[in-house]
């Protein structure tokens, strides 16, 4: 029960393999690589403690030696200090430009990590073993790679391709409930933007899903990292297509920063609530049925997660300020917000193009206690 996804771009292609057990093959797919036979593993400090042993198990079968640096687990890891921290220790490790580092954990060591080997030495190649739903469905395929500034999340970094993906979907269980479905949100966005049987079958499958089918979890894995290859190969540098895969997003980076990117709210769950309010703006243009986002905020309610911004514990600007720290975002062109909006379930679009009125009525009305 394994599955793999090519992912083609011309002299920068790879494979991601997906399944319970790939973590296995990670000794023999990088010792196949070339490379000197020590590996130098970036990862945190919570994924070290469960998952570690058997990275390092699987590496020394295949004759591997391996060292690990364990970062502080959590957002902030993802800042300079710990950029510096993990080059300097991969130079200290004598790492070369032919050698292999590995990203071992969720999308804040996947980003960091794949920055690190972005600019260590020019660039060096790695290997992305995401251990989240939410890295193993979005942030470790694509080349992506960054950390944040004070003055917003992901504005520094580069686009640099792993060579490999092993996404384990066993690590999948030893995620808290609320984390598998933070990631979860960003499986529903890819039925959303682009392909309407997924999101049937999402409503079907995604509670057993959620529940530990080990067959679901896979094939949902599989059809979310095809989506994204598929967009990726058309739009490596995200100048068109590729912003599709920000669905909901608009809306999210708002409210997490309105929440201080703390444990208030999860990207993944910013997401869910972004594409619900993505939806409910698209009826409101006219764009799609009114059925449109009542069925999107049914299935996230029925999987028990976050739906409305209401969902969202503590104070919150209004709407006038949560429309002001969108204009912050990085999406931002030419002082226009980019929106995806949608033509109905599973047929997502880019546009500059929306009224400030109607946003700020989608604000208004999702704020409003009822
Ligand atoms: N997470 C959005 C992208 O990779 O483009």
Known sequence: ????????????????????????????????????????????????????????????????????LALPPGEATKCWAQLERSVEWLLSQKVERGDIVVAFGGGVIGDLAGFAAAILRRGVRFVQIPTSLLAQVDSSVGGKTGINSPAGKNLIGAFHQPSLVLADTALLGTLTPRDFLAGYGEVVKYGLLGDAAFFDWLEGEGPALAAGDMDARVRAVTRSCQMKADIVQRDETEQGDRALLNLGHTFCHALEAATGYSDRLLHGEGVAIGCALAFELSARLGLCSQEDPSRVRAHLRDMGMKVDIRDIPGDLPDAAGLLELMGQDKKVLDGKLRFILAQGIGAAFITSDVPRDAVLGVLEDALRVV
């Open 1 to 68: 029960m394994t599955a793999t996804v090519h992912v083609d771009l011309p002299g920068r292609a790879y494979d991601i393999e997906i399944g319970p057990g790939v973590l296995d093959q990670a000794g023999r797919r990088i010792a196949g690589m070339g490379g000197r036979r020590h590996v130098c593993i970036l990862t945190d400090a919570n994924v070290a403690g469960l998952h570690l042993a058997q990275l390092q198990a699987a590496l020394s079968e295949a004759g591997l030696t391996s060292e690990a």
